[in-house]
């Protein structure tokens, strides 16, 4: 399944199931085959997703360092073997999300 958000200020975005579901988890919205994030849930909407690329970038970060330096760690695997991290898969979606709070308008996805 492909997730596919609308936004009329915007390009649409087209991202694979997981990548849309980790997306809507993160912004705190229903995974849901269609939805809406309307104008006035926007701000938190990009608060949200900004707040968890710092923190997947910090998490990367730390890993790499403790690999470095030769530490044994437990983590979560897939973190260092994808190769798109959350900023990248995320940095459109932001351009979407912010271009649509300043025309107040809303995005969408699965219509």
Known sequence: M???FKSEVSADIIMLEPNGRQILEIIG???ET???ILPEQLPLAIEKLEQAVQADLLARQNLQKA???G????H???LLQESVSLQQRATPFLTML???IQSQ?????GV
Request: glycine residues 4%.
């Open 2 to 4: 492909l997730y596919r």
């Open 29 to 31: 919205k229903a995974v």
């Open 34 to 36: 269609k939805g809406i």
């Open 67 to 69: 690999l470095a330096n």
């Open 71 to 74: 530490e044994a760690v437990d």
């Open 76 to 78: 979560n695997p897939s």
């Open 98 to 100: 912010k271009r649509s």
């Open 105 to 109: 308008t809303h995005v969408v996805w």
